[in-house]
């Protein structure tokens, strides 16, 4: 069965340094997989993909991941955080018709 | 373009009451659906899915069901909420075919007195 492991719950990061958010996953069969933003009371956004192209993708909002099969991770990056990415980040998988989330990071980000 | 309506936004019930959310898809046909709940500190908990009309699939046991009585329509129902009930519930869609991620609705927040 696929899983999803967020490391950290909460991550704190200050206005213009480096946001590093992790993501482990467990799948017995070629992965695709997806990072998910949700603001305070809305629903989730997709931030980004991967389907088994490039394994370096780019999303929206200056954030990127990068798949690497041989530590099956899918960190999400960006290079300065802003304010406006303080949220909830959720790494997921898909396997069919089937998105299982990983337990969800919040990013705080002081000024 | 595809949009997904979710409502309504907040809702607050006794306990023992009945719960009905509606979720509509447009712009699609033959879409995938979900209902997912986030509870406080619990992450997103996939509730249903169904991949047509009248097709439900149930992925934990709860007091809850979901139908699916149009395309594009997905219900989440209960006959007699409970303290538990409480939490955000996104509904979400995906198209019919292909590995593509889910697009999800602004949420219901439910809260159960």
């Known amino acids: 069965a696929q899983s999803v492991t967020q490391l950290g719950s909460h991550v704190s990061v200050s206005e213009g340094a480096l946001v590093l958010l992790r993501c482990n996953y467990s799948?017995?069969?070629?992965?695709?997989l997806f990072w998910y933003v949700q603001y305070p009371n809305q629903g989730l956004q997709l931030l980004l993909k991967?389907?088994?192209?490039?394994?370096l993708v780019k999303g929206i909002n200056g954030f990127e991941a990068e798949f690497k099969k041989s530590e099956t991770s899918f960190h999400l990056t960006k290079p300065s955080a802003h304010m406006s990415d303080a949220a909830e980040y959720f790494c997921?998988?898909?396997?069919?018709?089937?998105?299982?989330f990983g337990g969800g990071t919040r990013l705080m980000v002081k000024p | 373009s595809q949009t997904i309506h979710q409502w309504p936004a907040t809702l607050v019930q006794p306990v023992g009451s009945p719960l009905s959310l509606e979720c509509t898809v447009e712009?699609?046909?033959?879409?995938?659906l979900y209902w997912y709940r986030q509870a406080a500190g619990r992450g997103l908990q996939l509730l249903f899915y169904?991949?047509?009309?009248?097709?439900i699939s149930s992925e934990v046991p709860q007091n809850l069901s979901a139908s699916r009585p149009q395309d594009r329509q997905f219900i989440l129902s209960s006959k007699k909420l409970l303290l538990s009930d409480s939490g955000f519930y996104l509904c979400?869609?995906?198209?019919?075919?292909?590995?593509?991620?889910?697009?999800f609705g602004n949420g219901t927040r439910l809260t159960v007195t």
């Open positions: 712009g699609t046909s033959n879409p995938n």
């Open positions: 997921a998988v898909l396997i069919g018709n089937m998105l299982t």
């Open positions: 799948s017995s069969v070629p992965p695709y």
């Open positions: 991967y389907t088994s192209a490039a394994t």
């Open positions: 169904s991949v047509g009309i009248g097709q």
């Open positions: 979400a869609w995906s198209p019919g075919q292909g590995y593509s991620p889910l697009h």
